[in-house]
């Protein structure tokens, strides 16, 4: 599976951004999908994951409120909505795909993905 990620950018403070992502093939419904970013010199971290069996949304703290989660089944897309962008918010975005979805504990470990994006870059200006 290969999986196709767009949409960055460079957007000012407070403005919005939508990142898209979408897999070579249909996804299983026992799937989970999920937004790592990495930023420069950091290392990556979980963004924002769901859950395609029940649907659930999970969110780090520091993007709750602001970025939402969704998955297009009939596009067989997913999206990052990312508003109210900080600084802080710059990295390189990557878009991950589990065909089993990772056990609650295990969703936000980037161990948890068999399949990655290639990046989008997002740059924040202050």
């Known amino acids: 599976v290969q999986l196709q990620a767009s949409g960055g950018g460079l957007v000012q403070t407070g403005g919005s951004l939508r990142l898209s992502c979408a897999p070579s093939t249909r996804t299983p419904r026992t799937s989970a999908m999920a937004w790592f970013r990495q930023a420069p010199g950091k290392e990556r971290e979980f963004v924002a994951a769901t859950r395609f069996s029940s649907g659930s949304l999970h969110y780090a703290d520091s993007v709750k409120g602001r970025f939402t989660i969704a998955r297009d089944n009939a596009e067989n897309t997913l999206y990052l909505q990312m508003n109210n962008v900080k600084p802080e918010d710059t990295g390189v975005y990557y878009c991950?795909?589990?065909?089993?979805?990772?056990?609650?504990?295990?969703?936000?470990?980037?161990?948890?993905?068999?399949?990655w994006g290639q990046g989008t870059l997002v740059t924040v200006s202050s």
């Open positions: 991950a795909l589990a065909r089993t979805t990772p056990i609650l504990s295990n969703l936000r470990n980037s161990g948890a993905y068999e399949y």
